[in-house]
């Protein structure tokens, strides 16, 4: 089976460097004029799906967003995953899971295993008891040619206490967390299916990016602040592998499908100016 990596890397250059998300919270139902109820939610969803799943190269369902409405979202969110998929989208999770042994497995069993309703190309995890405890969850995605997106500077006021902590040999906890993917990196061709949660509006992190060798996630652009320019600053020499990530700023253009599709393309056309990426008579892209 094909990396993540191998996949990610190809959908990029195919589709353009972004991801959208698909956060349902009740501020955007109510925008749509949708109920805050299963059925807002799958009118939602379905129609994010018909509009940009055939088009953009990663979508991003936000799992909380969906288990607020219990076994029916989580229904839900099975559906939509399926629908992504069957349209050519990777379809990232955001779950943000971290435990430990038979849990973390448990895990990695539900969204990175085939067999599972759950089953998506990547998740967001998180490291902080240790990158060595998500071992079975990076051990089922190498064997199903999945992925994982590891927490590492996050844009929330309250990460940088952690994150930005030093350990005995002087490196943040973040530098390590970085160090260490880039490891499990090392040798891949064209791209590691591991990847880094790096935030979009966190400027200069003064952390060593250029040896990750696999996807950079950059969340927090559009409504929360971030800008396509912004992520020259953030990422510099490691610019090349990053996927940004937009939400708010496209799913408030709907519930007009022709509004979103354009609102993506917008999105899309200004990190492509950026990332150096340009598009091809056939409608592919490629690096500069």
């Given at each position: 089976m094909e990396s993540f990596g191998t996949r990610l890397h190809r959908a990029m250059r195919e589709r353009g460097p972004l991801c959208v998300g698909i956060d349902p919270h009740p501020g955007l139902l109510a925008r749509w004029g949708l109920p805050d109820d299963v059925s807002g939610l799958d009118r939602f969803t379905r129609t994010v799906t018909e509009a940009l799943g055939d088009r953009v190269a990663v979508v991003k369902p936000q799992s909380a967003f969906f288990e607020r409405y219990g076994s029916r979202g989580v229904a839900?969110?099975?559906?939509?995953?399926?629908?992504?998929?069957?349209?050519?989208?990777?379809?990232?999770?955001?779950?943000?899971?971290?435990?430990?042994g038979s849990t973390v497995a448990a895990y990695a069993d539900a969204y990175l295993d085939p067999s599972s309703p759950l089953y998506v190309d990547a998740v967001t995890a998180s490291p902080y008891l240790g990158v060595g405890s998500l071992a079975p969850m990076f051990d089922t995605a190498a064997r199903h040619g999945g992925g994982v997106f590891v927490l590492a500077l996050t844009s929330n006021p309250e990460g940088g206490a952690v994150q930005r902590a030093r350990g005995a040999d002087g490196r943040t906890v973040a530098q390590t967390v970085i160090d260490e993917i880039a490891q499990l990196n090392a040798g891949a061709d064209p791209l590691g299916s591991?990847?880094?949660?790096?935030?979009?509006?966190?400027?200069?992190?003064?952390?060593?990016?250029s040896r990750v060798h696999g996807p950079l996630l950059a969340p927090g652009l559009g409504a929360q602040g971030g800008t396509a320019a912004d992520l020259r600053t953030v990422f510099g020499s490691a610019l090349s592998a990053v996927l940004p990530s937009y939400s708010r700023q496209v799913l408030s253009a709907g519930p007009d499908p022709a509004a979103l599709r354009a609102a993506a393309e917008q999105v899309l056309t200004d990190c492509r100016r950026v990332l150096g990426a340009e598009k091809l008579t056939d409608g592919s892209v490629t690096a500069r």
């Open positions: 839900v969110l099975e559906s939509t995953i399926r629908q992504l998929r069957e349209a050519g989208a990777l379809v990232l999770l955001d779950v943000k899971r971290g435990d430990i591991v990847g880094l949660v790096v935030g979009a509006t966190i400027g200069d992190t003064g952390h060593d990016l």
